[in-house]
């Protein structure tokens, strides 16, 4: 074990120890004994020996003490990175994210998104093995036997090399490779629907959290005012001038809004916790979101484009249409794949191969048994049992839902961005009415603060105009981030990257 004091140091402690034991021992012998003949003599010897051994004494125990000290100073520095360490590992990362930061974030680490990329290349796989389709077939063979009956035994064997091409399968195997290919661009497709849904879910979680946020801000200022009402309340209640039941008023609305405070920094952690779920991010880490500039949001009307032109964007690149159009394109493709089954195919194949039957002049053996072939193959179907003319009839049925599909889709998307459209305008002039509000309430509160402070209004007419302007400024808030939510959702629809 470590020794954590030197030698000098328990040295001078256990010297002065010992010092402060033999002036006691000696003074309890002076009394036991009664070696005082006056009482005088008695008080001053006793007075100069504590005089002499005193400073002594505090010299060495300050030496000992501050031994101490040091060494537990030393001790708690070199202690403190580990415990800071190890709080570092409990809580996690720490991230500043933007919206955008974000957005980059979920989609490099959501696993579902993964899962799909991976969907994607196992697609392309397929779709890269069905062109070679095209290509010739080439395998070789080797066998070699054993036979023994009354007359001979001996070794044979025979090897063969073999290809073969289709030629003609009704145009099948094009399809096919069409097939696989649109599914490819079908599964990209479906990648950049499911970004669109995050992005947007992301958007919500992100603004609701910066509402919270700036109303915290507004909170925490209200009760600082709050406390200096309360305590003028107190000093004006002590002094008479006015009732308890006004100064307890004050009191109540000190204790509400630091209620306020809580549940919203409450809401505001719930918020931070369902963007980390959508970010796929640890809980542990310590997500920061940075406040863009929100003060100016005339350019999010100023930029609106006219309601067709949105709706004619979005037509052009809504994920969910484009999926219905490849819908389409696959059920045509397939139409053709099952036609195929009504044409005959054709193939061709060619062998060589030789052999020997013992191992004596295996060499001419091989020659003599070397052969080849070269052949066609004509397949002409006449009756599947109904199985080709099913095929093409369930293809045609699904061809159509797959129509029917899309028209419904271009309607349901015509429809949502126009209500999206008419959204943006109504969030605007709602905004637009709750900041004239917030600004008039301010400035009347503000009024009436000033007279509360003069003793020319009541506790209740300054906590009842506070109240209103809490209520407008939290309708402001609301409308403010309402506003750019519809904005941002429109700029989704129509195919336009989400900005802040």
């Known amino acids: 074990m470590t020794e954590i004091f030197s030698p000098k140091v328990k040295a001078l402690a256990l010297l002065g120890s010992r010092l402060h034991f033999v002036a006691l021992e000696m003074t309890c012998w002076m009394f036991q004994h009664k070696k005082f003949p006056f009482q005088a003599e008695k008080n001053f010897i006793i007075g100069r020996s504590f005089i002499i051994l005193c400073p002594i004494m505090n010299f060495y125990m300050k030496t000992f003490l501050k031994s101490i000290f040091l060494t537990a100073m030393a001790l708690f520095a070199t202690a403190k990175p580990v415990f800071a360490q190890e709080n570092e590992q409990q809580q996690g990362k720490h991230y500043q994210f933007t919206l955008e930061d974000c957005i980059r974030y979920a989609f490099s680490n959501s696993y579902d998104r993964q899962s799909m990329e991976l969907g994607v290349e196992s697609q392309e796989v397929t779709y890269n093995q069905s062109r070679e389709s095209r290509l010739p077939s080439v395998s070789a063979s080797a066998s070699e036997s054993y036979s023994h009956n009354k007359h001979t035994e001996g070794f044979s064997g025979n090897a063969s090399l073999g290809a073969q091409v289709v030629l003609y399968q009704g145009g099948n195997i094009n399809k096919t490779i069409e097939h696989n290919r649109l599914s490819v661009e079908r599964s990209n497709m479906q990648i950049e629907q499911y970004d669109d849904q995050l992005s947007v879910q992301i958007l919500q ?55 306020n405070i809580l549940e919203t920094r409450i809401k505001l952690d719930n918020n931070i916790m369902a963007l980390k779920v959508l970010l796929s991010m640890d809980p542990l880490d310590n997500l920061q979101i940075i406040q863009p500039d929100t003060d100016n949001l005339e350019d999010l009307t100023a930029s609106l484009p006219t309601e067709e032109e949105a709706i004619e964007l979005a037509l052009d690149y809504f994920p969910t249409l484009k999926l219905n159009e490849y819908d389409i394109l696959l059920s045509e493709n397939n139409i053709s794949i099952a036609k195929s089954g009504y044409l005959p195919s054709l193939s061709a194949n060619a062998s060589i191969g030789t052999g020997h039957y ?124 309402s506003l750019v939510l519809q904005r941002k959702v429109l700029d989704v629809y129509m195919g336009k990257e989400i900005t802040l």
């Open 358 to 481: 013992d191992f004596d002049n295996l060499g001419q053996q091989f020659s003599d048994s070397f052969n080849q072939s070269v052949g066609i193959t004509l397949n002409i179907p006449i009756y599947s049992r109904g199985q080709t003319r099913s095929n093409v009839k369930r293809n045609k049925i699904a061809l159509e839902q797959a129509q029917l599909d899309y028209e419904q889709t271009q309607l349901d998307v015509r429809q949502t961005v126009a209500i999206a459209y008419h959204n943006v305008l109504s969030a605007y002039n709602t905004y637009k009415s709750s900041e004239l509000k917030e600004i008039a309430y301010n400035k009347s509160y503000k009024a009436y603060e000033v007279q509360f402070n003069y003793g020319k209004i009541t506790t209740v007419d300054l906590l009842q105009q506070q109240n209103n302007y809490l209520n407008a400024l939290n309708t402001y808030i609301q409308n403010k981030y």
């Open 205 to 259: 979680a992100f603004l609701t959290a910066l509402g919270n946020n700036e109303l915290l801000h507004y909170q925490e200022i209200m009760l600082q005012s709050s406390r200096e009402q309360m305590k003028q309340g107190r000093t004006r209640y002590s002094v008479g001038s006015i009732l308890e039941s006004d100064m307890l008023l004050l009191e109540a609305q000190y204790l509400s809004d630091s209620t």
